[in-house]
């Protein structure tokens, strides 16, 4: 995967439909054309916020998500292996748990 613009990111003012980086050169925008800018500006200036919060969290969600599955899997590998419990629901609820982790790491090009 290619190296993006660093973080942050932040929306301009007072258009915001640009999303801007952190020398505040444009990233992208959410404007299609001119034809559209009044009618859909509110929409826009939506989908650029959303854009910039999860582009500034991702790093973070991804650290919170790979401690998770460490966490599942430390808890996983220490129910199957007891004497005392054999719970094969929660083992196999906690692989499925694992596998969704694992694709959502795979899809965003994130090590595990």
Known sequence: MAESTPLPWHISLPDETLILGPDRQIVATTLQDD?????NCDRRSADAELIVQCVNTHPAAMAALRESYVALAFAFNRLHSSGRSRDGELCSDFGKVRGR?????????EKL
Do not use: H, L, M
């Not at 034809?35 to 009618?39: S, T």
């Not at 982790?101 to 090009?109: C, L």
């Open 101 to 109: 982790i694992e694709a959502v790491f795979k899809s965003t090009g």
């Open 35 to 39: 034809d559209d800018y009044q009618a």
